[in-house]
Structure formats: C-alpha cells, structure tokens
C-alpha cells in the first residue's frame, strides 16, 4: 500500500513498535516492554559500584528516575 508516495510497512501484531520510546504491539502484549523495563532496572542496579556519591545522585535522578517514569502512564505494570 502507498501512502503519501511510500510504501508502508506490515508488521505482524505481535511484532513489537517502539511509538514514542514505548515498545507496543497490536496484541497489547507488554512483555517487550517489560523486557525493556528490566534492562533499565539492571542498570539501576548496575551503580553501586561507582563510588562518589554525587555522580550516583545525578545518575539516579537525571537519568533512571525520569527513564522508568516516562514509561509508567502508558504500561501496565505488576510485580517484575
């Protein structure tokens, strides 16, 4: 199908998407964003071996906090 002189893209509703740095599929499954989810937790967890207290504070509350939130509205989250 074109659509404005480019041919679109089929992509099976399973397969994930990533819209707006959120990984979607048409199946609602959110395993892929999960998955992506506990990369960022692993990395989190990854700090405690940097040992000035400053840089793990910036790292923390510039980069994790506001990574993981910006994700919260949109994914449906249990227990990882």
Do not use: S
């Given at each position: 199908?074109?659509?404005?002189?480019?041919?679109?893209?089929f992509?099976?509703p399973?397969?994930?998407?990533?819209?707006?740095e959120?990984?979607?599929?048409?199946n609602?499954?959110?395993?892929?964003?999960?998955?992506?989810?506990?990369?960022l937790?692993?990395k989190?967890?990854?700090?405690k071996?940097?040992?000035?207290?400053?840089?793990?504070?910036?790292?923390?509350?510039?980069v994790?906090?506001?990574?993981?939130a910006?994700?919260?509205p949109v994914?449906p989250?249990?227990?990882?």
């Open positions: 199908m074109i659509v404005q002189g480019q041919a679109t893209q992509i099976w399973n397969e994930p998407f990533a819209y707006l959120v990984q979607l599929n048409m609602l499954n959110w395993k892929h964003q999960h998955a992506h989810v506990r990369i937790q692993r989190h967890g990854g700090l071996h940097i040992t000035c207290f400053i840089q793990i504070h910036d790292v923390i509350h510039k994790n906090i506001p990574g993981m910006y994700f919260f994914t989250c249990m227990t990882l």
